[in-house]
Structure formats: C-alpha cells, structure tokens
C-alpha cells in the first residue's frame, strides 16, 4: 500500500512570496489533515477534511493560508504572503473511518522563509 | 497552560537500557493517547494507541495511561540504537465521527548510544 505522498520536500522563498504544497493521501482515505510543525514543536493541526469538505480550520490562518481539496482526493495547501514565522514543516496525514483510525503521516515539505 | 506537555529532552541512554517517556495532559475530555515516533526528516508514524486509562503492550513497547492523574507513559524495553528518534505523544477527545483532532506534545529526543 502506498502512503501518502507530498511535494515539494524542500522549498525555500523570500518573505511576502507565495508557496503551495501537494498532498495525496493514501487510497480511499476519506479524511485529510494538514499539520504544521515548527522547530522543537509537535505538529498543530491547520485543517481537516472529510471527502472535499472542511471539518475543522478553526487553527488556519484564513489570511494568508488557504487549502482545497477537489475531488475528494488530492489536496494543495497555499500561503500568500508568507511570513519568517511560516517557516515550518507542514504535514499530510489521511485517515479511514474506523474503531482505531489511524493517521498516516507523509514525509513533509520543509519550508524556509528568508 | 498547554493542552499536553511533554519532556523535551533531549535524552541519552546506553543501548539495552529502559526508557521511560512522559506526558501529561489537562483536557480531561481527552480518551484515546497515542505515541508516534518520528525519525529525522520524515514524518511520525503511529506506535502505540491506547483507550482511556490502562496499559498496552506490544513487543518491546508499553504504553500507559492513568486518567485520574492525567499522565501517559511509553516504555522502551532493551533499547536499541534504531530506537533513536523523537517520540511524540497525541491525544484526542473523539474517535472517528466528524472530527479526530490530535493534540501533540513538543515531543522527546531520544538517542540510544550503541
């Protein structure tokens, strides 16, 4: 079974750019997470999805960060502008319905905010 | 206060040592604790899930939960250099349904010296 796969893994931009992220959860995989993690912090969720609908984004800030999913698979997460304070890890997961569902986490992109 | 918190560590230990990790939480709507290990660069994935207060074990691992005191623990059995990561500590006040919000602690640097 494949996990769930991100890109870019690495990006690095000036602030007040704007920078996008991909995600494709694992197959049949109804719910998406974005999580951010900062340097010696754990991950904070951003938004969760249930198939193309928004769950919970009471943590995103809807000012310069935006994410969709169509189709009720792939997801983009955007910032414009970015700030230094963006720099970050930011994290795919996918879950299945279930008595123990399980997030299943991708590698991450690495964001640097210069 | 923080939702959960977490020993940042970091900690050293000689291989075959047990080690012990701990979190304590304040949300006592909080039911199901789980551990994740993160190796560098990559993103957690999921080690030990346990519901409300009790333990769980599995192979080198237990997990433990006491609810009345809000702390968690991990045990790591005869610790192994491949156990070097950090441990991150979840916990959610729902399974599946609408939402499954994690909340994480800051997570433990663990390094296991051969």
């Known amino acids: 079974e494949a996990g769930v796969a991100q890109s870019p893994r690495y990006k690095i931009i000036e602030k007040r750019q704007s920078v996008a992220f991909w995600c494709n959860p694992i197959s049949g995989h109804a719910t998406l997470y974005w999580y951010q993690q900062i340097l010696g912090q754990g991950p904070k969720l951003l938004i969760q999805f249930q198939n193309n609908g928004v769950v919970d984004d009471s943590q995103l800030p809807k000012d310069r960060f935006s994410a969709e999913r169509l189709k009720g698979v792939d997801s983009t997460l955007k910032i414009q502008p970015a700030k230094l304070e963006d720099s970050a890890v930011y994290l795919c997961?996918?879950?299945?319905?279930?008595?123990?569902?399980?997030?299943?986490f991708g590698p991450g992109t690495r964001l640097l905010v210069l | 206060q923080k939702e959960v918190e977490q020993d940042p560590g970091p900690l050293s230990v000689p291989e075959g040592a047990i080690v012990s990790l701990n979190c304590t939480y304040s949300n006592s709507a909080f039911q199901y604790f789980m551990w994740y290990r993160q190796y560098s660069r990559k993103g957690p994935e999921l080690l030990m899930y346990t519901y409300s207060s009790g333990n769980k074990e599995d192979g080198r691992f237990t997990a433990q939960v006491d609810k009345s005191s809000k702390y968690i623990s991990l045990f790591i059995r005869d610790s192994q250099p491949s156990d070097s990561a950090t441990y991150l500590c979840?916990?959610?006040?729902?399974?599946?349904?609408?939402?499954?919000?994690?909340?994480f602690g800051t997570g433990t640097l663990l390094a296991v010296q051969p």
């Open positions: 997961a996918s879950s299945s319905p279930g008595p123990q569902e399980t997030q299943y």
């Open positions: 979840a916990m959610s006040a729902l399974d599946g349904g609408a939402t499954n919000k994690l909340i």
